[in-house]
């Protein structure tokens, strides 16, 4: 754990960016970096809300833990705030976050960053921005989730890992087979055999977590349709 500079980190928020000198030391005072490895926690369900969470590198889940199972809410990638509407809008964390391989994270006292809000309309501005581009992502996700099959929410999942976590048709899964059914709402049985139909489909070539997507217009289509 270590007080962070934060005027001259390199890897800032677009929010963060637009604070005056000043403004930056005040964060740089109330924020400590933290590093975790795969596995840990950077914030536990039903816990009291103190911080804001700032990933700067890495990649997690987020869950919430139901009546009957774990539900994976999200998955993100740095760099990316974590936990603004559990933390803003509740006392208590509705929500655990988990690093899905290491990951820095920065903790920002919360009193000092709704001050920041508050002095800040540039910096405002985008906390809300990216506010209302995570509510829309998760509107998607759920109609995806209720709406697709289950062949086609495999299919959404993913693109998504290859779109917009790794930017490859060539990846090493961050989830093992239990937590992909807890991503898509099904049963661990379930996943391995949509992995089976779609590589004898010759859609994807699996080897343990290693994906190589081979027919990515396929894949589309039962995304979109399935």
Partial sequence: MTNENCASCLLKSKATKNLKASELNLLGENCVQVSFDKGETILKQNTLSTNIVYLKTGLVKLIADGPKRTQILKIKKAPCYLGLPTTMGDKINNYSIIALEKSVACYVEIKVFKELLKISPEFS????????????????RFVKLLQNQIYGRLATNLLFFSNEIYGSD?????LNRNEIADLICTSRETVSRLFTDFSKDNIIKI??????????????EISKNG
């Fill in 125 to 140: 501005y985008e906390i809300m921005l990216d506010l209302c581009q995570n509510e829309l992502f998760l509107y998607k």
């Fill in 170 to 174: 060539e990846f090493d899964l961050p």
């Fill in 207 to 220: 080897e343990g977590k290693h994906i190589k997507l081979l027919n990515k217009r396929k894949l589309e």
